[in-house]
Structures are given as structure tokens and as C-alpha cells.
């Protein structure tokens, strides 16, 4: 296997490259002057390249940036640019997409040609062994390193060197960076944490209770149940319900911001923690207006792979319940969802307020009926699936208010006025 080639440091290359994380792109910066030999290839670069695109197909295979002479591959760049770290295994298209360089979609894989089963590197070490590299302080909810074992290392001098560097000191958590490096893999810290405390490893998010990522206290750490898996458990049983139940009004409250004036969810810059894969965030949605309108007419908010009402996630973020019945819109505008436009229906009382006239209707009104042979108008009305003769009326528009005031008495609070 062909050595390969040794990125120049992440500062060189921010003089070089802007990386747009939505595209997966980078673009060619107007790079300093010091970067050419001489003054013609300086100025011929900012002609040519500066602000444009980066990079070119390989073989069909990968992208590629010509820098200073040397190829490499975009996926590498870009890894560099974002986590600091000169890539000497491969990185890998999670998609299968080699022109797909976001961030979310890379992946480190480390090569071995004599192994052909993938390596998980979410697998953390035994518990015995974490426990002879770390100790851990439960009251602060802090990591330190111990005095490692001379099995831990290769040799003598690496297990010296490193217990003289690390002994006794705290394993240190940035915003940027929250793992640590145990035998040249990385690790997230809360969930080596977790794994010392119960023995086992864990599939499913951390989340932070506070919010706060550099509070490792272990009754500030819970697992969060993924929405795909409660979704597979509502549709294993027999009676499949007619909503998804919603995540707490906690986690929705760290999703949105409601306008009940105006009746439109805003997003929030959301934690973490909600995110499944690093290098996702908030730039493409935070602080924008949420949702967009089905094909029904009502307001649908992707959220973790699932689609909610908007209506209903409204109702949870102000009253902290599911609702148990449906949520009507008493304007019956079903995009209209201001806070004293909805309120909880049966079924019945949520078709109240739909109102359709057959093709076949002649008095342009609903419910009323015109009789040739005595040239008179009928008025009926059907509620709870009981029919109401009203009687024969001279006028359409009489037979009409007939109708309309049985309504009104039958329907109550859930009465809508009928103009035809």
C-alpha cells in the first residue's frame, strides 16, 4: 500500500480554501502572496481560481485538489479543515457518493488489506480496561488519567513517555472537540463515562439534562429513545393510532419558538445532542420559519426523520399534553394555526365545520332540496348520524335559515355559519 501524502497544517490550508458546509464544497480563497515563487504565478492564480470551485474528478473515483503541485483528495482537505487531523486512513462516502464531501457525510475508516470484517469504532474498550486508563470523579463529573498498565502500549519508552505526559491530569473537553484519543482511536467522553458506570455500551444519543456538554455528572447523562424506534414499535402493535406521539414538550421547546399571535413555529438553534452525526447543525434552519403545507392543506414539520402536524406540536409546546382528541381549526382555515384557532374535537365535532354542497344541488345551499311537484323547498339536517326533516319552505333562503338554526342548536360551541 502507497504511503499516503502529508497534508500541509490546517492554517496553511485556511489560507487556501473556504469550506461551505451546506454544498459539501470548498472554494479557492485569494491566497497570500508568500504561497508562489514568484509574482506572475501569484497574480495568474487570482485570474484563474481565486473564489471558484476547487477541485476536479479523478478516475471516476474521487475528487481532487491540485495544491502546490501535489494531488490530494478534497475528502481529506476538508476533514483537515474541519477537525484539525491529517487523515492516514481512508475516509469514506457514508452514501456511496464520492462527489458528496459534507462533512455529516465522511466517515473515518481505517485500512487493514489482511482483514476483511470492518472494524466498529463505535465499540468502546471492556470496562476493565477503561477503568486501568481512567478515573472518575462522580461529584464533578470529571475524567483523569491514570498510571496505564505496560501491556496498554508497544514499548517501554511509548508507555513512559505517555504516563509521564498524561498522569493525574484531566481529560480536557472544548466546544469543538468533546473525545479523547485511547490507542489512536477517538472516543466520545460521556460515553466512555457511561460504559465505566453500567459495564455496557450504548447505541442510542447521550443527552446532556442541563444542556451543559462539559457537565459529565452521570445523573446529567440519559438516553435518548430514537424517534425511528418508537415509530417501529407504535406500528408492531395491532391497533396502529391515529398520531405519532410527540417527543416531550421539553425537547420540542428546544426545537421551536411559537408566535401564538400570528400562529407560525419558528427554529431554534437546536442543542447537540439532537443531531445523530457530527458536523450536522442549525445554519440551514435555525431562526427560520418552520414547516411547509401538504397536499391537505395543513401546516408538516420534518423533525427527525418523522413528519408532525404543526397543529400538534403547538398544542404540546403550550399545554405539555398530547392531544387526545383531533385539533380543530375553528375558522376551519387548516394552515390558520394562531392559538385561538384550534382547540380539542371528536371526529364529529371536527366535521362540522367541513361543508360541501353535492353537484346535484340545485338551492345553492346545503341541505336543502327543491320539490317539483309542490314547487316548495326542503330543509334536513344530519347529526350523529340522525337525520332532522325540517320541513317545506317557500324560498331556498328560507329552507336555509331553517337549516342553519337547527344547526346551531344541535352543533353548540362547534357551529359553523353557513353561507350556502
Known amino acids: 500500500m502507497s504511503k499516503v501524502k502529508e497534508l500541509p497544517t490546517r492554517e496553511y490550508l485556511l489560507e487556501c480554501f473556504r469550506y461551505d458546509r451546506e454544498l459539501g464544497k470548498i472554494f479557492w480563497n485569494e491566497r497570500p502572496r508568500s504561497?508562489?515563487?514568484?509574482?506572475?504565478?501569484?497574480?495568474?492564480?487570482?485570474?484563474?481560481?481565486?473564489?471558484?470551485?476547487?477541485?476536479?474528478?479523478?478516475?471516476?473515483?474521487?475528487?481532487?485538489?491540485?495544491?502546490?503541485?501535489?494531488?490530494?483528495?478534497?475528502?481529506?482537505?476538508?476533514?483537515?479543515?474541519?477537525?484539525?487531523e491529517d487523515i492516514v486512513e481512508y475516509i469514506e462516502h457514508i452514501d456511496g457518493d464520492y462527489k458528496n464531501n459534507k462533512i455529516c457525510n465522511l466517515k473515518k475508516v481505517i485500512a487493514n488489506l489482511s482483514v476483511k470484517k470492518k472494524i466498529n469504532h463505535k465499540q468502546l474498550p471492556s470496562q476493565e480496561y477503561l477503568l486501568e486508563c481512567f478515573r472518575y470523579d462522580?461529584?464533578?463529573?470529571?475524567?483523569?488519567?491514570?498510571?496505564?498498565?505496560?501491556?496498554?502500549?508497544?514499548?517501554?519508552?511509548?508507555?513512559?513517555?505517555?504516563?509521564?505526559?498524561?498522569k493525574d491530569t484531566e481529560v480536557i473537553i472544548t466546544l469543538k472537540d468533546r473525545r479523547v484519543v485511547i490507542d489512536g482511536k477517538c472516543y466520545v467522553i460521556h460515553k466512555i463515562v457511561w460504559k465505566i458506570i453500567y459495564g455496557v455500551d450504548t447505541n442510542r444519543v447521550l443527552r446532556h439534562i442541563d444542556g451543559d456538554i462539559f457537565n459529565n455528572k452521570i445523573e446529567n447523562l440519559e438516553e435518548i429513545i430514537p424517534q425511528e424506534e418508537i415509530k417501529k414499535k407504535l406500528n408492531e402493535g395491532?391497533?396502529?393510532?391515529?398520531?405519532?406521539?410527540?417527543?416531550?414538550?421539553?425537547?420540542?421547546?428546544?426545537?421551536?419558538?411559537?408566535?401564538?399571535?400570528?400562529?407560525?413555529?419558528?427554529?431554534?438553534?437546536?442543542?447537540?445532542?439532537?443531531?445523530?452525526?457530527?458536523?450536522?447543525?442549525?445554519?440551514?434552519?435555525?431562526?427560520?420559519?418552520?414547516?411547509s403545507l401538504d397536499k391537505f392543506g395543513y401546516i408538516v414539520i420534518n423533525?427527525?426523520?418523522?413528519?408532525?402536524?404543526?397543529?400538534?406540536?403547538?398544542w404540546k409546546l403550550v399545554y405539555g399534553t398530547d392531544p387526545v382528541n383531533l385539533i380543530d381549526h375553528i375558522n376551519g382555515i387548516r394552515d390558520d394555526n394562531r392559538l385561538c384557532n384550534l382547540r380539542e374535537a371528536t371526529h364529529l365535532e371536527n366535521s362540522q365545520n367541513v361543508i360541501k354542497i353535492r353537484k346535484n344541488n340545485k338551492s345553492g345551499y346545503v341541505g336543502v332540496n327543491y320539490i317539483k311537484k309542490t314547487n316548495k323547498w326542503t330543509a334536513t339536517i344530519k347529526y350523529e348520524n340522525e337525520s332532522f326533516y325540517l320541513g317545506t319552505f317557500a324560498t331556498a333562503y328560507e329552507a336555509h335559515l331553517a337549516r342553519e338554526a337547527k344547526a346551531k342548536e344541535l352543533q353548540g360551541e362547534f357551529y359553523v355559519e353557513n353561507d350556502r
Open 138 to 166: 462522580e461529584k464533578v463529573g470529571k475524567l483523569y488519567w491514570k498510571e496505564r498498565p505496560r501491556y496498554h502500549f508497544k514499548n517501554n519508552a511509548s508507555c513512559n513517555r505517555i504516563n509521564r505526559l498524561y
Open 303 to 314: 423533525m427527525d426523520t418523522i413528519r408532525y402536524r404543526a397543529h400538534r406540536i403547538i
Open 35 to 84: 504561497h508562489f515563487k514568484n509574482k506572475g504565478n501569484y497574480v495568474k492564480f487570482h485570474i484563474n481560481y481565486a473564489n471558484k470551485e476547487a477541485g476536479s474528478v479523478f478516475n471516476n473515483k474521487s475528487l481532487v485538489v491540485k495544491l502546490d503541485g501535489i494531488n490530494y483528495k478534497t475528502s481529506r482537505i476538508i476533514w483537515k479543515l474541519e477537525y484539525g
Open 238 to 291: 395491532k391497533e396502529k393510532p391515529k398520531a405519532l406521539e410527540l417527543p416531550t414538550q421539553k425537547y420540542l421547546m428546544e426545537c421551536f419558538t411559537y408566535d401564538p399571535d400570528t400562529g407560525i413555529l419558528y427554529w431554534k438553534e437546536r442543542p447537540i445532542y439532537h443531531f445523530k452525526e457530527e458536523g450536522r447543525g442549525n445554519s440551514a434552519t435555525a431562526n427560520k420559519i418552520a414547516g
